[in-house]
């Protein structure tokens, strides 16, 4: 089986809900890009420390951190003064912060900052829509991965159907078949009504604001 995935929409859907239907269906966890040092966190982050202005990376964290951010800016300003080592050294410690800070407000677990590039193209593709003001890349690219995923998979599901019978043995790849394709509908259905973000079962997708998307 190849690594498409399809499924039919209506271009009317948002990018947001696409991107998690299709995260969904591949039975991936849904892949931030808020911990690389290109993601939207970090640059806010470059931003503030070179304004001297902590006030644009509070967004990024809850109420109840700021102090912590606030504390960490603070002392990130003084260290850097010291020199460009220390000024690498402080910069990086400051981002860790933040995006540790950042992940945990949305439970999802913090493994470090990953390199520049890393943004997977997906997550890349919706980024670029929100800068264009348009969806309509997206939604071209998103259908077209979720219609050839189901489709696919209902092809598969049908053929292997039609010798059920045959054997125990082609009543088992019937089975195998149809639990595939029953379980990708069932993950873009959940989807749909859930939203979900960074990998969350549905139920709580609705309280959370996926990475470069709270603006």
């Known amino acids: 089986m190849s690594n498409s995935r399809y499924f039919p929409f209506r271009a009317g859907l948002s990018p947001r809900l696409l991107l998690a239907l299709i995260l969904s269906a591949l039975a991936l966890p849904a892949l931030a890009h808020c911990d690389t040092l290109d993601g ?8 503030a420390l070179e304004k001297g202005d902590v ?15 606030r504390k960490a800016f603070q002392q990130t300003l003084a260290v850097r003064a010291q020199g ?16 540790r800070v950042h992940r945990a407000g949305e ?18 593709l919706g980024d670029k829509a929100l800068e264009k003001g348009s969806a309509d890349d ?21 053929e292997a159907r039609k010798h059920a019978s ?15 394709y029953i379980h990708y509908v069932e993950g873009l259905v959940n989807a749909i009504h859930g939203g979900g973000a960074h ?3 549905p139920e709580h997708a609705a309280t959370s604001k996926p990475c470069g998307h709270s603006r």
Not at 108 to 118: D, I, N, V
Not at 166 to 180: H, M, P, T, Y
């Open 40 to 47: 939207p966190v970090v640059v806010d982050a470059r931003q």
């Open 166 to 180: 045959e054997s125990v043995e082609k009543g088992r790849e019937f089975v195998a078949g149809d639990v595939e």
């Open 84 to 99: 460009p080592q220390a000024r690498d050294l402080a910069d990086r410690y400051f981002f860790e912060t933040l995006v």
């Open 107 to 124: 439970g999802a677990p913090y493994t470090g900052l990953k390199p520049a590039g890393e943004v997977p193209p997906g997550i890349a």
């Open 199 to 201: 990998g969350q079962a």
């Open 55 to 69: 006030t644009p990376v509070l967004r990024w964290v809850p109420t109840a951190d700021e102090a912590e951010i």
């Open 138 to 158: 997206l939604l071209r690219v998103l259908n077209e991965h979720l219609n050839a995923g189901l489709k696919e998979r209902f092809d598969e599901a049908l």
